[in-house]
């Protein structure tokens, strides 16, 4: 848990996804967000614009919003090369980057890869920290993190990133409860019945593991959309689909017709229109399918301001720390500051928890330099 109320993620479902926006785009939209007081704003590791250049672009665009992937996978992009990006965006942004990471989706399948294992996952959070490790000369570090000293550690870092699990099943949510900063979950991961037993399961693991006492985040990241319902799933129905297309198809209870249903649109699942305001391919395979209200009901939330509010609070009492709030032209700027009104934020809290203490930016051609010469010296080069 952390202290200072819930916090918000910026919702690129509710401006069409990410595909079609260019690097400077998203900079320009994370500028905006941040004037709207949003607290984070995430970039998808998919079929987008590479992540890394995006989340560059909108560190030179912003100052106080947290910036991070949403998500990677230790499959399409080797551990150390994700340590070595994310750190660099960490150090541009004066330490305001995290790390989401998970066991892959769309990147994979675009590759004709599998998903990472569990396994994977846990070997890849004990390879970061690893290369992260030069941080413990410059900030205090925690205890219980899992450290291989036989991996090559980058010098130049200061800052620990912090490391998100996204985790829809309960052996990635143990590995971010005992091994990670916090935990992402999709609205609809697990059922709305399921979710408050899930959270009270994770934040008991966190505090039987290794790691207890440390702060632990849980973020639930939804698509949401204040105001009509029609507009709204007009909004929401690129995501919509997207998520659709990772359930879990061994859920307990869910109904036999449904699943096998659901199973049928995994299959037809078009992987090239991901994220994208095009989608509308998936879209219409859903009502094909007739599963499309059951996935609007499971996978979006659309209400007016007011139940908007009241979603937040609930989240919050569960023990949940951030979420997506709508886009401001979906109305999410004004549900945020009602919630506000009612929620302040402690004083003196920083608005990214996740920031516990920033990292200085590289000032000098010369620092620049030997950063460049010891990433050289890891990747195996004889030349500066």
């Given at each position: 848990?952390?202290?200072?109320?819930?916090?918000?993620?910026?919702?690129?479902?509710?401006?069409?996804?990410?595909?079609?926006?260019?690097?400077?785009?998203?900079?320009?939209v994370?500028?905006?967000?941040?004037?709207?007081?949003?607290?984070?704003?995430?970039?998808?590791?998919?079929?987008?614009?590479?992540?890394?250049?995006g989340?560059?672009?909108m560190?030179a665009?912003?100052?106080?919003?947290?910036?991070?992937?949403?998500?990677?996978?230790?499959?399409?992009?080797?551990?150390?090369?994700t340590?070595?990006?994310?750190?660099?965006?960490?150090?541009v942004s004066?330490?305001?980057?995290?790390?989401g990471?998970?066991?892959?989706?769309?990147?994979?399948?675009?590759n004709?890869m599998p998903?990472?294992?569990?396994?994977s996952?846990?070997?890849?959070?004990?390879?970061?920290?690893?290369?992260?490790?030069a941080?413990?000369?410059?900030?205090?570090?925690?205890?219980?993190?899992?450290?291989d000293e036989?991996?090559a550690?980058?010098e130049?870092?200061?800052?620990?990133?912090?490391i998100?699990?996204?985790?829809?099943?309960?052996?990635?949510?143990?590995?971010?409860?005992?091994?990670?900063d916090?935990?992402?979950?999709?609205?609809?991961?697990?059922?709305?019945?399921?979710?408050?037993k899930?959270?009270?399961?994770?934040l008991?693991?966190?505090?039987?593991?290794?790691?207890?006492?440390?702060?632990f985040?849980?973020?639930?990241?939804?698509?949401?959309?204040?105001?009509?319902?029609e507009?709204g799933?007009?909004?929401?129905g690129?995501?919509?689909?997207?998520?659709?297309?990772?359930?879990?198809?061994?859920?307990?209870?869910?109904?036999?017709?449904?699943?096998?249903?659901?199973?049928?649109y995994?299959?037809?699942?078009?992987?090239?229109?991901?994220g994208?305001?095009?989608?509308?391919?998936?879209?219409?395979?859903?009502?094909?399918?007739?599963?499309d209200?059951?996935?609007?009901?499971?996978?979006a939330f659309?209400?007016?301001?007011d139940?908007m509010?009241?979603?937040?609070?609930e989240?919050?009492?569960?023990?949940?720390?951030?979420?997506?709030?709508p886009?401001?032209?979906?109305?999410g700027?004004?549900?945020?500051?009602?919630?506000?009104?009612?929620?302040?934020l402690?004083?003196?809290?920083?608005?990214?928890?996740?920031?516990p203490k920033?990292?200085?930016?590289?000032?000098?051609?010369?620092?620049?330099?030997?950063?460049?010469?010891?990433t050289?010296?890891?990747?195996?080069?004889?030349?500066?």
């Open positions: 848990m952390v202290a200072g109320g819930l916090r918000f993620h910026g919702s690129w479902s509710s401006i069409g996804g990410q595909t079609d926006k260019s690097a400077t785009d998203m900079a320009a994370a500028k905006r967000w941040e004037d709207e007081g949003f607290d984070y704003v995430p970039y998808g590791d998919t079929t987008f614009r590479d992540c890394y250049v989340l560059g672009a560190a665009a912003t100052e106080r919003v947290g910036l991070g992937t949403y998500v990677t996978n230790p499959s399409t992009r080797s551990p150390l090369v340590a070595q990006a994310i750190a660099s965006v960490d150090e004066d330490g305001r980057a995290w790390l990471i998970g066991m892959g989706q769309s990147a994979n399948a675009l004709g998903r990472a294992t569990p396994e996952l846990r070997n890849a959070l004990i390879a970061i920290n690893s290369a992260f490790r941080a413990r000369h410059h900030e205090e570090w925690p205890d219980g993190i899992e450290i036989s991996i550690q980058f130049w870092i200061k800052r620990r990133v912090p998100l699990v996204a985790a829809r099943a309960s052996k990635g949510q143990r590995i971010a409860a005992e091994m990670a916090g935990l992402m979950l999709r609205a609809g991961d697990v059922s709305h019945e399921q979710l408050p899930v959270i009270e399961r994770v008991r693991w966190r505090d039987e593991g290794p790691r207890a006492g440390q702060p985040e849980i973020q639930i990241l939804d698509s949401a959309f204040v105001g009509d319902p507009r799933r007009r909004y929401v690129s995501p919509t689909a997207t998520r659709a297309a990772a359930m879990n198809l061994n859920e307990p209870g869910l109904d036999p017709d449904l699943r096998e249903r659901i199973a049928e995994q299959k037809r699942y078009q992987y090239g229109l991901h994208s305001s095009l989608n509308k391919a998936n879209i219409e395979l859903l009502t094909e399918l007739g599963i209200d059951y996935m609007f009901g499971r996978f659309i209400g007016d301001e139940q509010v009241t979603r937040f609070e989240l919050e009492a569960m023990g949940v720390t951030a979420t997506h709030a886009e401001p032209a979906a109305g700027s004004s549900a945020v500051a009602r919630y506000r009104e009612k929620h302040p402690d004083p003196g809290a920083d608005p990214s928890p996740l920031r920033p990292a200085k930016a590289v000032t000098s051609a010369s620092t620049v330099a030997e950063h460049l010469y010891t050289s010296q890891i990747c195996g080069s004889t030349t500066p």
